[in-house]
């Protein structure tokens, strides 16, 4: 069983890659998918949105006040309720019972039944779910710095203060779109009154997905492209839709739940839809990561790292690649085009490129782009090989007691690549590539 899942692994992640036609193409869609299936069944993601869901608890109702008090600085008092609505609203008859219980507590903090202790508790809450949303993000992306105190401070500020506002003004403008005048004269005019009526009925979901784009753009603390975000953002905003009106339909027929957990099942379904909530942005994030980033396709979460051969033959690739440009006038090469362009995942490459730039063979830019240290022309192959095979920077070199036929053997192998390659610099690496088409 587990080679014939391994077949199908390799089949579906490596030998689609080089397949023609439409089977080769269907492949290579399903690859996204199950890579999503597969992850999702590790357990990793579930982990994080169960976490988020206790973080969110005792978060919402601060968040809340705080979006309370910036929409009534704009006349906006009564809409925060809409929204808090639309999010328990798959929960069915208990949306409006769970609505009234979060607006009460916010009303609680605004009214200043806390003191000084829980106000600073609640804030603490607040940084803390900021702080777990990123960190699951940037698990996803593989990103292992976060962003400074300092950066948090302003940039999710700024999110917090706009975030309300845009979310009202979006709701606002979907709720009396079939009402302004010029949506009367199109369905007077036109006809147009049901596509109206369809696109009114889409909006909610539409907002869903611009929101989940927008989040996937923002907050993991690497550079996401557009279209990956975009793609994940439709494809989370898709789910949601879905999701939520199955998780409506199962509470309109869970009586029997009810019934079992009586009033403690309205606390139950919203953690599960939370829960639900947090699941789905995390898949979309993965989506958006895998889209950006196939290379981590056959791999997912699992430790990747290079062997001995494949060391070195990355490395070899990447310096021909460097230089190539180098020669050309231009600084291209970031370590993730790289990775892009070699197929090999970035945190495998990363040792690779640390251990030539320890060695005074490449150095970066400003705008992290990798150059020659120096010029190609003194730059040896040999060399180049000497520091790949060294030892990685940060990992202390460990002294073996080998027997002297080994240490012969291997004297004798450093003897043969040396002669072997010769006086051979980078430059003349890059001049042997052939031209395209030749």
Known sequence: MQHLLHRLETTLFIDSR??????????????????????????????????????????????????????????????????????????????????????????????????????????????????????????????????????????????????????????????SAENTALAQWLSQHLGLGAMLTSLSRLGPHLLVAAVFTFLYSFIPNTRVRFVPALVGGITAGVLWALVSRLFAGVIAYSAQMVAIYTGFAIVLTALIWIYLNWLILLIGAQLCFYVQCPQYLPHGHAPVELNGRMFEHVGLAAMQLIGRDFAAGRRYWTSNRLAEALDVPSVALAPVMASLESASIIVATEQECWMPARSMESITLAEIMTAIRGARPGRKAVAIAATPAADALMQELEDALRERLGSRTLADLVASERPEGS
């Open 18 to 175: 080089s397949m023609p036609g439409p089977v080769g193409v269907a492949l290579r869609l399903v690859r996204y998918p199950a890579a999503l299936l597969r992850d999702w069944l590790r357990g990793e993601l579930n982990m994080r949105a169960m976490s988020l869901v206790y973080t969110t608890l005792l978060s919402l109702v601060p968040l809340m006040a705080f979006s309370f008090s910036v929409l009534k600085g704009l006349g906006a008092r009564s809409d925060l309720q809409l929204l808090v609505f639309q999010f328990f609203r798959p929960m069915g008859a208990a949306a409006d019972q769970l609505t009234a219980r979060v607006m009460q507590f916010v009303e609680n903090v605004r009214g200043g039944v806390l003191g000084s202790v829980g106000l600073a508790f609640l804030i603490y809450t607040v940084i803390t779910t900021v702080q777990k949303v990123e960190e699951s993000f940037n698990f996803v992306w593989r990103v292992d710095r976060p962003r400074s105190w300092a950066r948090r401070l302003s940039e999710y500020v700024s999110v917090m203060i706009i975030g309300p506002v845009f979310m009202v003004a979006a709701l606002g403008l979907l709720a």
